[in-house]
């Protein structure tokens, strides 16, 4: 991947989340991101985006927006994203350079998130990097370059500040004794993410910019067809299962393989081509969903006959706050919110006979947006 791969975006409001797709040679990975890429939104919804072919930006299902543009006949729908970026595959020895090593490194440090591909179906078609298919094997192979790296640059930023600490600046001390934390867990082969810290203690550790502070959601790609090592139930499930709960990690199923096939299918035909296949859900919707809370991500929406657009905040946000995803004089000029949860505008109708039957509220500076709320912002 080259320095110019990025995807470039004035970040207008908080839509742009990048996920950062990695993963061994022939697990799926490159075909995971073809399928999300044809199945992404139109680029022109987002003014001022200019998206990169490596870059593949993917629309949030949302059945609540749905309706509520359907209830207000908008002329537009405009779901929250999440951007997913192909970063150049990994191999063994990453950390010290090899292959795309430093590059690789380089792109992850860039993704608010990691989504990590690991293969579990058993193809002689397909080589496995490795030679044989060990899901735990090439989950500990990445995320062990990702802890090596976080160490190099750990164990040097140590070294300095236990020097620079004797001059007693309060700042230098408090992001000392965060890496004094740190490191002994990096070294236990474990990641960053694992350490217990304090709230102010995690604000330093973002500074750092480590690669295992980031959180990390695992796609287990299976295969139509194929031997896949969940269905088989033995020692290498029962492994990678013992993995992720000492990570207190976080997967979803996805059959790449059937999903890009389905990209071009109609959404008519397209539940009966999985019936056919074997695939009960959408994969693309669950992976794109997941994704989305795994970074503590809501949605709000606002609506009208123009249109009706969800906006991604973060859990835990203010009415102002949330309001700044549309334009910061909804933060900066906050008078009230309106509100009404969805599903009750949706029973009332209309926003004036939500406003009737009492359903609609006015909130004030204080309010934490809930996920589902539909938001009038009144600013002076």
């Known amino acids: 991947m080259e320095d110019s791969c990025r995807c470039i975006i004035e970040?207008?409001?908080?839509?742009?989340?990048?996920?950062?797709?990695?993963?061994?040679?022939?697990?799926?990975?490159?075909?995971?991101?073809?399928?999300?890429?044809?199945?992404?939104?139109?680029?022109?919804?987002?003014?001022?985006?200019?998206?990169?072919?490596?870059?593949?930006?993917?629309?949030?299902?949302?059945?609540?927006?749905?309706?509520?543009?359907?209830?207000?006949?908008?002329?537009?729908?405009?779901?929250?994203?999440?951007?997913?970026?192909?970063?150049?595959?990994?191999?063994?020895?990453?950390?010290?350079?090899?292959?795309?090593?430093?590059?690789?490194?380089?792109?992850?440090?860039?993704?608010?998130a990691i989504l990590e591909v690991v293969r579990i179906f058993e193809d002689e078609d397909v080589h496995h990097v490795a030679g044989s298919v060990d899901p735990r094997y090439d989950a500990e192979v990445i995320d062990l370059e990702l802890i090596q790296s976080d160490l190099q640059s750990a164990q040097k930023r140590l070294e300095r500040l236990e020097r620079d600490a004797r001059g007693g600046d309060k700042d230098i001390i408090a992001e000392r004794d965060v890496l004094?934390?740190?490191?002994?867990?990096?070294?236990?082969?474990?990641?960053?993410?694992?350490?217990?810290?304090?709230?102010?203690?995690?604000?330093?550790?973002r500074t750092l910019h480590l690669l295992t502070m980031k959180p990390v959601l695992y796609a287990l790609n299976r295969k139509s067809g194929a031997l896949n090592i969940d269905a088989e139930a033995g020692e290498r499930w029962r492994q990678l299962q013992q993995y992720f709960e000492d990570q207190g990690a976080q997967y979803v199923f996805v059959d790449a393989g059937v999903e890009n096939e389905l990209a071009?299918?109609?959404?008519?035909?397209?539940?009966?081509?999985?019936?056919?296949?074997?695939?009960?859900?959408?994969?693309?919707?669950?992976?794109?969903?997941?994704?989305?809370?795994?970074l503590d991500l809501i949605s709000f929406f606002t609506t009208g006959p123009t249109e009706s657009r969800a906006w991604t905040i973060k859990r835990g946000s203010t009415a102002p706050e949330a309001g700044a995803a549309i334009h910061t004089d909804f933060r900066d000029k906050f008078i009230r919110a309106e509100v009404v949860v969805w599903d009750k505008l949706l029973e009332a109708g209309s926003w004036g006979k939500a406003r009737e039957k009492a359903t609609l509220r006015t909130e004030g500076k204080e309010y934490i947006v809930q996920d589902g709320d539909v938001i009038e912002f009144l600013h002076s």
């Open 180 to 205: 004094r934390k740190i490191v002994p867990v990096l070294e236990q082969n474990k990641p960053a993410r694992t350490v217990s810290l304090s709230e102010e203690e995690k604000k330093i550790s």
């Open 11 to 112: 970040k207008i409001f908080m839509a742009s989340i990048q996920i950062g797709l990695v993963g061994l040679p022939n697990v799926g990975k490159s075909t995971l991101f073809n399928a999300l890429t044809r199945k992404g939104v139109l680029i022109a919804n987002y003014p001022f985006a200019t998206i990169d072919p490596s870059v593949g930006v993917v629309a949030v299902p949302d059945h609540r927006l749905d309706a509520l543009t359907k209830m207000s006949s908008s002329a537009k729908r405009v779901p929250a994203i999440v951007e997913f970026v192909d970063i150049a595959g990994l191999v063994k020895g990453a950390s010290e350079g090899e292959g795309l090593g430093n590059q690789f490194l380089s792109h992850i440090r860039e993704v608010d």
């Open 264 to 294: 071009d299918v109609g959404d008519d035909e397209r539940a009966d081509f999985r019936r056919e296949l074997g695939v009960s859900e959408d994969g693309l919707d669950a992976l794109i969903r997941a994704s989305y809370r795994l």
